[in-house]
């Protein structure tokens, strides 16, 4: 089972502006092939057709644990793109009654995923940054464990490349936060599989590693993430379950070379995350609706009888 925590793994900062074009740029990394939909898709199906968990514990317990923590990363793709699509907080938009004769939103019939407004109120959905669904095809579980691994292993690097594009083409400092966080993270979980491998074979595919070939520490927003040691830690997020990736991210192997050096460490839980941003209501595009008033007052009595 999975417990939920309301808070995002990491703080995102707020947009300078609204951006949607740059929130369907985003879109790539949440419905894309190489998307967090894919990296969470593929893990956890993989984690629950895993065949022999008891005798292949250390490599369940990998697969199993990246999947907790990749739903996580589709919470935080999608909580920046709601962001970037709809700019900085202004609590005035909350008032009800607005007058919406006057073509207010006219602007989002150019942009580039305007059923990004239209149908979705400016939120996100498993599509790519062209609106084209994510879809099961994008899933490989094959019950060989081998072969599993190889291809997460793939789907890791494929991921990098990914995030490295959007990164590109992104100015606004909530999108490349997201994209310097992840990249952070895909980094380490392709360590994992990596190391999984080579116990499994002995095959050392980490010498690969990075692919594509570009140190993190060049790209300003994932420094402070390999500062405080990020690139070395593999979480189980859970209290007492999973500790047996410890048998493969641990016994003295040691961070990549370019990330800041160190032994590996497995912590056993979640990262400490962040605030979620409270994104404000817009009464004129109906989100949560026209007259709002009303659902605050309910919702604020509620909060208040539970003490």
Known sequence: MFLRVDKLQVELPA???QDPNAAAALQELLGGKYGEMSTLGNYMFQSFNFRS????????????SITAEELGHVELVSNGVAMLANGPDDESNEEGGADIS???FAAMQDIRLAAAFYSNGGG????????????RDFVTTTG?????????????????LHKLRVYESLKDPTGREVCGYLLVRGSVHAHAYALAIKQLTGADITKVLP??????????????FLEAGSHRRLYTFSPNDYREIAGV???GETALPGD??????VVHGMPDGGKIHDLTGVASAFTPDYAPEEMFEVAERLTKAMG
């Open 211 to 224: 692919t594509p070939n570009i140190p993190l520490a060049k790209i300003p927003e994932c420094r402070k």
């Open 53 to 64: 968990k008891s005798k292949l514990r250390p490599f369940y317990s990998i697969v199993a």
């Open 102 to 104: 006057g073509a207010p």
């Open 260 to 265: 800041p050096p160190g032994e590996l460490e």
């Open 249 to 251: 991210w641990g016994g």
């Open 144 to 160: 060989n464990v081998v072969v599993d691994l190889l291809h997460n292993f793939h789907l890791e690097c494929g991921a990098r």
């Open 15 to 17: 947009p300078k502006k």
């Open 124 to 135: 996100a959905m498993p599509v790519d940054s062209n609106g084209a669904s994510w879809n």
